[in-house]
């Protein structure tokens, strides 16, 4: 599928419902990182970053500001493997 410039990477769902995820990757390791909006306006649901030196990621929800720390509060940490990444999901 090709989203047409929509910042869709990766489309999931759960049986009933439709989701559109941005990924990213960053080269840090500090939790405070400050990640900028690189979706802008874009109908997204959710962005998940993965440290590429690191064993973690951060699920969130697409903000409107330029730039927001990644540990930002309703930010979902999650560590690399698939059980506790689909544990963060279903917090979010």
Known sequence: MIDHDMKTD??????VNFYRI????IETTDETFLVEN???????DFVIYFSKNSNWGYMLKPFKQKRKRLNSEGHVRFHQ???????????I
């Open 22 to 25: 941005q990924i990213k990757t």
């Open 81 to 91: 493997h698939h059980k506790p990444f689909i544990k963060a999901f279903n917090q």
């Open 10 to 15: 990766l489309l999931i769902s759960d049986g």
């Open 38 to 44: 690189k979706w802008g306006d874009a109908p997204i």
